[in-house]
């Protein structure tokens, strides 16, 4: 079976610092990648995906990722976080032609104004 | 535009009690799925419905039972509630078979004395 490590449970960072969270799978054949956020109080919602093409993908509100296929990696990046950035990242695998997304145990990201 | 709308928000149960989680999408999406998510966790398939008509175990189906009752509707059933089962349950829709991108409900918080 498939699986998602995140590497870091809490990451606290002040305000203008540069983010990379951690995430590696475990299934070897092709995957489709992505990171959801849940901030506070609010369900989960759909920062960026890869599913082919271009290794490095950009999504909402300045979130880039990186598929690196040899190191089984999708982290996450952000060069500058904001306060309004605080919430719950979780990175989720899916086999391609699969419909079960395997989500990471997130990394609760905390931003010091 | 609700999305994917789940009722109740909260519900507390004892141990032994059953009852069941409603959800509902209006995107006239294909693909359905319950998810619980809990503490250090993250979050974890319980069942799925690929298609009107479909239902699939996901990752912990065992103490819960769904229907999907039509291409809007999917509910999650708790036949005699256990502690274990004190969570965060998440209804979640896709449009097509590929997962692209998956819309998830506000959540119910679950209590099983």
């Known amino acids: 079976a498939q699986s998602v490590s995140q590497h870091n449970h809490h990451v606290i960072l002040s305000e203008a610092a540069s983010l990379e969270l951690g995430c590696n799978y475990s299934?070897?054949?092709?995957?489709?990648l992505f990171w959801y956020v849940q901030y506070p109080g609010q369900h989960l919602q759909l920062l960026l995906k890869?599913?082919?093409?271009?290794?490095l993908v950009k999504g909402i509100k300045g979130f880039e990722a990186e598929f690196i296929k040899s190191k089984f990696s999708f982290n996450l990046r952000k060069p500058s976080v904001q306060w309004s950035d605080t919430a719950e990242y979780f990175c989720a695998v899916k086999r391609a032609g699969s419909y079960q997304l395997t989500f990471g145990k997130g990394t609760k990201l905390s931003v010091i104004p | 535009n609700a999305g994917v709308t789940q009722t109740p928000k909260f519900q507390v149960l004892k141990t032994g009690q059953s009852m069941t989680l409603q959800c509902a999408q209006d995107?006239?999406?294909?693909?359905m799925y319950w998810y619980r998510q809990d503490p250090g966790m993250g979050l974890r398939l319980i069942y799925y419905?690929?298609?009107?008509?479909?239902?699939d175990k996901g990752e912990v189906p065992n103490g819960y039972n769904v229907s999907r009752l039509n291409k809007r509707e999917f509910s999650l059933r708790l036949e005699s509630a256990a502690p274990s089962q004190t969570s965060v349950y998440f209804c979640?829709?896709?449009?097509?078979?590929?997962?692209?991108?998956?819309?998830f409900g506000s959540g119910t918080q679950l209590s099983v004395l």
């Open positions: 995107m006239n999406h294909n693909s």
């Open positions: 979640a829709s896709s449009e097509t078979q590929r997962n692209e991108k998956l819309f």
């Open positions: 419905s690929a298609s009107e008509g479909t239902t």
């Open positions: 299934y070897g054949g092709t995957v489709n």
């Open positions: 890869y599913f082919s093409g271009d290794p």
